[in-house]
């Protein structure tokens, strides 16, 4: 089956690159700082001079692809101490957000004053960790023939991106801001002691083995819940937590068992069996690298996700559960699903604000900044960067010229924007299909381009 992605094109003197999934913040550095300490992940290449480029605070990252590096590369430091010579480092000084390092080649610095270390595909990276680190003044690049650099977009040399911009001068009029949904979720998920529907809002990785994290996060106050499922023959473990400062949710699975854990709370199964026959007999990595399996999306309506993404999408099925708990995932052929998962309404926590309320927010701001001008984008175009087959570009197409779905409502549930031709899904979240060349969708123009 052909898919389309013409942000493939943008990049591609580089081979394929990874898929994405972004979900929008107003705390970039915070996002970052976070994900650069416990994850196995480096800066964003195109993060731009500082954390700043294409009208947006970065924090993004992308994960250590395998055969990477095997320890962290970059050494943080909360003073800038005196500098040695040594061949293969660079020293650098950080100048604050939104400006490149000064850098000092063939230097490093001492222990003193030492932070913590991240892994880095190359000095810029390494300058903007320390930027998005709060006390880091200065860092140490241990320089090797593992290094990458240059190009626009993801890179083939990535590994998945995890992506927070904060795009200023995006709106979310009609809505909840940023920080109002953070509340929203935080009220949810609370301490993180049992498993909430809003952990659905989430992206799965597989990785070898969750102690090293657990261990870390409990010895840094993070919380994170954990729990057990079964793909019908082994048991698999999963670590769920939110990345401070926003509302993006990570889980991570393994086959290994976390020490300490003697009764888990069962879940139903957590990736497809496309994805549990290629980890379960993965081993383990010396960086633990993080694998991706599925981007997920909690929905109030799992019947009319289907009707979107089987009918009108083309996109082909690749997990299903029914039941208490209804979860479909969809096939992205970018090697990860799209998954979505509809469960029972608790009513104590919906009282407060729902997936229901979710979904009718994310419609609320698309209509309040974009109304009937597609050409507009909020601050709500939390998206995932995959294609949809070529049969579902052409449906649609033609469904849009037919059904158009502007002026948009807060019951809208099926739209599109023409900044690198977005498609919002009855979730009010979006799919990438195209890149910075142009939008392939109705009252669109060529012009209509940017690159987040």
């Not at 809003?198 to 819940?225: C, E, N, R, W």
């Not at 209804?326 to 052929?333: E, G, H, L, P, V």
């Not at 939390?382 to 070529?390: A, D, E, K, R, V």
């Not at 023409?418 to 969708?441: A, H, K, L, M, N």
Request: charged fraction near 20%; glycine fraction near 10%.
């Amino acid at each position: 089956m052909k898919y389309f992605s013409a942000a493939v094109c943008a990049t591609c003197a580089f081979g394929a690159p990874p898929g994405k999934n972004t979900i929008p913040t107003s705390h970039a550095m915070t996002n970052l700082e976070f994900m650069l300490k416990y994850l196995p992940v480096t800066v964003a290449e195109d993060n731009g001079a500082g954390n700043e480029a294409h009208g947006a605070i970065n924090g993004r990252v992308q994960t250590l692809k395998e055969g990477s590096y095997t320890e962290r590369n970059c050494q943080l430091y909360s003073k800038t101490g005196s500098k040695s010579s040594s061949s293969s480092y660079v020293a650098m000084t950080q100048n604050g957000l939104g400006k490149a390092c000064s850098y000092s080649s063939g230097k490093k610095y001492g222990s003193g004053n030492a932070m913590h270390k991240v892994f880095a595909n190359n000095e810029a990276q390494c300058c903007n960790a320390c930027v998005a680190t709060d006390g880091c003044t200065s860092a140490t690049f241990e320089t090797s023939s593992k290094d990458h650099s240059g190009g626009r977009g993801p890179q083939s040399w990535e590994g998945f991106g995890i992506h927070q911009p904060d795009v200023t001068a995006r709106k979310t009029t009609g809505g909840l801001s940023l920080d109002g949904l953070e509340e929203k979720y935080d009220a949810r998920l609370s301490d993180f002691s049992e498993f909430d529907s809003f952990m659905d809002y989430s992206a799965t990785f597989y990785t070898s083995d969750l102690q090293p994290y657990i261990a870390a996060f409990k010895a840094d106050g993070v919380s994170h819940f954990v729990g057990q499922w079964s793909d019908g023959s082994d048991t698999w473990y999963s670590l769920i937590f939110k990345i401070p400062g926003g509302t993006y949710v990570l889980e991570l699975t393994s086959t290994v068992k976390p020490s300490g854990a003697s009764s888990l709370p069962m879940m139903e199964q957590r990736m497809s069996p496309t994805y549990v026959k290629a980890y379960k007999n993965k081993g383990s990595s010396p960086a633990n690298v993080m694998l991706i399996s599925s981007i997920n999306r909690a929905t109030s309506d799992i019947d009319e996700i289907d009707d979107v993404y089987t009918n009108k999408f083309k996109m082909p099925t690749s997990h299903t559960i029914s039941g208490d708990v209804s979860r479909k995932c969809y096939d992205t052929a970018r090697g990860f699903d799209v998954c979505f998962t509809n469960r029972a309404s608790d009513s104590s926590k919906d009282a407060a604000f729902s997936v229901k309320d979710h979904e009718v927010n994310m419609w609320s701001v698309h209509a309040g900044v974009m109304g009937s001008d597609p050409s507009i984008s909020d601050k709500y175009t939390h998206h995932g960067g995959f294609g949809i087959p070529s049969s579902g570009i052409t449906y649609l197409k033609s469904y849009f010229t037919s059904n158009d779905p502007f002026p948009i409502t807060k019951n809208t549930k099926l739209a599109y924007g023409c900044f690198q031709s977005y498609v919002f899904d009855p979730t009010g979240f979006s799919i990438q299909v195209g890149g910075p060349q142009g939008s392939i969708w109705p009252k669109c123009s060529s012009e209509d381009v940017v690159a987040v």
